[in-house]
């Protein structure tokens, strides 16, 4: 198949982007390769029966979890070298539901589990219902999405958006604390978990929350602090798949090209510094690193070690630039 590369004179090695899991592979086709949507849905249709998804989906628990428990596995001790060391176990129901909606897996795959663990999950958080969320605006964020997603009645967490924005219009999971002033992390996840709620369920209540924390991060072009210009922290320009929680320039790019695409609009000029971060980032070959990896027990890895080329990154930051470039010509 020919591949067009406009305004890109370091092309992603797209048969090495091909030879991929199918969670990676039916993206790279459908956003680099230029496949039909008969080729990439197809090959979408794989990652339920294949590889990464029809591994994770393996270890689904009976009662709809996974390993026991709603964002922490049932065998998380708190008080334990593991919470010491600052490892956050990525095992439980919210991290294995996020990573299957993310790497495109159908909704009917997973049959009632909606209705499983509304009856049987809670979050370690107050013992409160699963689908209702919780205090943390991160987490909200995840099972908001996970929510839309499998059909639950996810409202009222929506509107918990609303509720909780902090004045310079974006999120901190820290507002329990007593924050009052909003946080790159919280904001970028608030930000996903609103846009796939509203794609997936055609309600824009959340439509001026969207763009008042998309407002924060761009009057700060995704990398510096309001009040002395200074790049926010090593995390910004630091990147490493999956993102889990942790803000990068190359999840937010992406997060802001999946919007534009959304919304129908062109890239925000603001975007700018962010783009020019990752694209000198990007190796002679196409490819991105694995710049770091974060700390936390997996159940089985599904990206490189630190150091390496990573395919996950490679296709983000190539559909981001590519976005982008093309915006310009």
Sequence with gaps: MDTVYPMNDRPAPLDWLLDSDPALRWQAERDLAGAPPEVWQTTRGRVATEGFGAELLARQDPDGQWAGGAYFPKDFDFEGPEAAEGGQPYTATTWSLTALREWGVDAAVLGDTAERLQRNSRWEYNDLPYWAGEVDACINAFTLANGAWLGADVHELARWFQDHRMPEGGWNCEWVEGSTRASFH?????????????????????????????EYLLQRHLLHRRS?????????????YPFRWVYSAMNALDYFRAAALHDGTAPDPRLADAIGAIRADQREDGSWLQERRPKGRVGFEVDVPKGEPSKWLTLIGTRVLRWWDEAQA
């Excluded at 608030?190 to 794609?199: N, V």
């Excluded at 002395?228 to 490493?240: I, L, Y």
């Design 228 to 240: 002395t210009g200074e790049v926010v922290g090593p995390w910004a320009t630091n990147v490493a």
């Design 186 to 214: 919280s904001t970028l996840n608030g930000l996903k978990g609103i846009l796939d709620y509203e794609i997936r369920t055609g309600d824009t209540s959340l439509r001026d929350a969207r763009r008042a924390g998309e």
